[in-house]
């Protein structure tokens, strides 16, 4: 898929300069010719019409990849933004994997930071290529010759990187080609344009809900109303009964309705008439899992962090506090709810779909299918959100589309969409999970000792991820970012991993989203017991001078501490994550339905190299505004039966535009290598919010969303 078509199948048949990188860079790579692009890593292409592509490996669903890849490669190649293209990359792990991950894939808010020096290395192979053709066709030494804005000169002499494409296939690739200094960098700290924006807007970037094929049924399924349900028995009179239904199929996650559009297979799947089988079903309801989980985190659990002597810090404290913590399963909603396309001719298949994990869910596909993985053919697509959601460790919703493909017979290429209901309703949610802390301070008003007990399920278990989530027991995404930002002397995290049969996944900051929550409202409350400020309290205790730089920047836009407007009141927080620091200050007030009225927020974040400004502050907005809508309304709940009780946005609360604060972004100015921003800018806020509402309530927030009656005034 390319942002801006009209010359991509240009480069592949005539004089296209197609470059591929080994890495780590081994030597040079043979090059072979326009037409045959050459192994491992090809990244780049020149083509004759001057425009430069960068072949996109990571799924773009919203987070800024595409832009953010393309101003390193263009920078180091001293091209034109006007000139830079995008491709999204097959299905290839030996081509195009996740340096982090050994797979291709993006996650963690990895993309730039995976690819940094992979992409900067590719770029500056490039112009070498076009430096040296030039140089070949002039008969000047390299050195004579400049590169601006896509254009190479010597002397009086001038061509584009177009007009050099066929002259720099010929040539081998370099090694060990010199990276440009940063004082040189044109691109990268500038706020260009996002690449996809046009496409976007004109309507020309294809999703895969805009996909069509010759023929293609739509499919839709009813799942059990309780994860875990079997089908018993169906009656399909009534849905087939429908106009523009097809067919009705079980397969083993469900019932799946097939019809001419997806409309009436939604309506044919409203019609059907099922007897569940509930034996291996989870029925809890959310309020008997917390009761199971609070009775777990009452002793430590598998110590995940451990520094000094916690407990016996405890006994000897002169004031302690103790707090349970509830955070419930959470939707991800993406605009875009999952959709794949996928059709089977001749034994070989095409699949059309956004996929966050492309090599794995082909794989998982083609096995669903009964087809080998080298006969499937992935095309990629633009993805309208995901927050974790399409990041489904055994690649679940993949396999579900391919088992609707296959229980049609492979007669038509099918449509398998999962409705906004049915995705609320049986997808999969940010894990429920309580954590009980009992912290201390000593006679002299410090913080003494800190012992946490998170209770939690794992989604790595019984994964492919299992080995890389899980280690000794502990499920780094329980715990993480309990124990980085503080110097607390005695401290232990613990944690169980809770069994329970709801299908979870990490969601936007993953653990972080509760961790982060407790950590900055629990020292929030000591600080103040121990007549501390809040703000030269936690620098006193940071680990890392890059958070202290962020607390302090956010102090000084906000001018914190200074006067607040009537009737408001202001919280702050801090915490890294993904590598990335950012503090927030919450501006608050009662709002007219007893919840809190977020009027602004402001924000500072280090995340190294700021390569482009534009798509950091955009993931910071995104991000809180995210996080406060989920903050003050959202959750899931299981009631009786452990059925799902929010089906759409009607019932599952996010934040409505005339909600939005207004948000006030600084980037620290950094030279370390960056780091990524998806997802750092969500933990910060819902902390710094529950600190403003302590101050104008006096009541200490331990469940979320706000919405719960204890915490409203």
């Known amino acids: 898929m390319n942002a801006f078509t009209p010359s991509r199948r240009g480069f592949l048949q005539g004089s296209s300069l197609i470059l591929g990188l080994t890495l780590p860079m081994k030597g040079a790579m043979a090059q072979t010719g326009a037409a045959k692009p050459f192994a491992p890593n090809a990244f780049v292409r020149v083509s004759p019409d001057n425009s430069v592509t960068v072949i996109q490996k990571h799924v773009e669903f919203g987070q800024g990849p595409s832009t953010g890849v393309t101003t390193v490669v263009a920078d180091e190649m001293d091209a034109d933004w006007g000139q830079m293209r995008i491709e999204f990359s097959p299905a290839n792990d030996p081509l195009y994997k996740n340096l982090a991950f050994g797979t291709m894939g993006v996650g963690g808010s990895s993309a730039i930071k995976e690819s940094w020096m992979q992409m900067r290395t590719a770029g500056a192979t490039a112009r070498a290529m076009l430096v040296s053709a030039a140089a070949k066709r002039w008969g000047v030494p390299a050195s004579a010759i400049t590169v601006s804005k896509g254009v190479v000169s010597s002397g009086k002499r001038r061509a584009t990187f177009g007009e050099l494409a066929a002259d720099a296939a010929l040539l081998p690739v370099p090694t060990d080609v010199p990276l440009k200094t940063p004082d040189r960098w044109t691109l990268i700290g500038k706020e260009n344009r996002k690449i996809d924006s046009l496409a976007k807007t004109d309507g020309s970037a294809v999703f895969t809900m805009d996909v069509a094929r010759p023929g293609m049924v739509h499919s839709a399924i009813l799942r059990p109303p309780a994860f875990g349900g079997a089908v018993r028995k169906v009656n399909a009179d009534a849905a ?24 009436s297979a939604m309506r044919g799947r409203a019609a059907l008439e099922v007897d569940w089988d509930f034996a291996k079903a989870e029925t809890r309801t959310s309020e008997q899992m917390f009761a199971d989980y609070a009775k777990a985190a009452a002793a430590p659990g598998k110590t995940a962090h451990a520094e000094g002597d916690a407990p016996a810090a405890l006994a000897r404290a ?14 991800h909603a993406p605009m875009e709810t999952l959709d794949h396309v996928i059709e089977v001719t001749n034994g070989r298949a095409d699949v059309w779909v956004g996929s966050q994990f492309q090599v794995g869910e082909m794989a998982a596909i083609a096995g669903t299918l009964g087809i080998a ?27 579900e ?23 609320i309703t049986g997808g999969r949610y940010r894990p429920l999970t309580l954590h009980r802390v009992r912290a201390g ?18 989604f790595g278990i019984g994964t492919p991820m299992e080995a890389m989530l899980v280690q000794n027991g502990i499920d780094s995404t329980i715990t993480e970012g309990t124990a980085d930002d503080y110097a607390i002397p005695n401290q232990r995290v613990s944690q169980h991993i809770m069994p329970n049969g709801v299908p ?35 620098l006193a205790l940071m680990k890392e001078p890059r958070l202290k730089g962020v607390l302090e920047k956010v102090v000084a836009i906000s001018n914190f501490g200074g006067k607040v407007p009537a009737g408001r009141t202001r919280g702050i927080a801090a915490h890294k994550s993904f590598d990335t620091y950012v503090a927030q200050v919450a501006e608050v007030s009662r709002g007219a339905d007893g919840v809190p009225k977020v009027h602004k927020v402001w924000c500072a974040v280090d995340c190294g190299v700021p390569v482009n400004p534009n798509v950091i502050r955009a993931q910071m907005e995104g991000g809180i505004g995210f996080a406060v809508g989920h903050a003050l309304y959202a959750e899931i709940t299981l009631g009786e039966g452990g059925r799902v009780m929010q089906s759409n946005f009607d019932s599952y609360r996010s934040l409505r535009i005339g909600e939005m604060p207004e948000i006030e972004v600084a980037i620290i100015p950094s030279t370390e290598k960056p780091s990524g921003v998806g997802e750092p800018g969500v933990p910060p806020t819902a902390p710094a919010i529950a600190n403003a509402w302590r101050k104008l309530t006096g009541k200490s927030v331990r469940r979320l969303p706000f919405i719960h009656p204890e915490n409203l005034a």
């Not at 199929?249 to 019809?259: D, E, I, M, Q």
């Not at 302690?320 to 913590?325: C, P, R």
């Not at 407790?518 to 121990?530: F, I, R, S």
């Open 373 to 399: 993985p080298d006969k499937l053919t992935m095309h990629q697509q633009f993805a309208g959100g995901s927050f974790g959601r399409r990041a489904t460790p055994d690649m679940g919703d993949g396999v």
């Open 441 to 458: 301070l000593d006679a002299a008003g410090n913080i003494s000792g800190w012992e946490q007990v998170v209770a939690a399920q794992s």
């Open 504 to 538: 979870t996944l990490w969601w936007r900051s993953v653990g972080n989203t509760h961790t982060a929550f407790v950590k900055e409202t629990m020292l929030d409350e000591l600080l103040a017991m121990g007549g501390r400020d809040p703000v030269a309290g936690r």
């Open 401 to 423: 589309a391919a088992m609707a493909c296959k229980a049609y017979g492979f007669k038509a290429p099918v449509k398998h969409v999962a409705s906004r209901e049915g995705d």
């Open 318 to 331: 002169a004031r302690t506090i103790d707090g349970t913590y509830h955070f419930p399963f959470l939707a």
């Open 240 to 263: 087939m009964a429908v106009p523009g239904v097809i067919d009705v199929k079980t397969v083993p996650r469900g019932v799946v309705v097939y019809a001419k559009d997806t409309w």
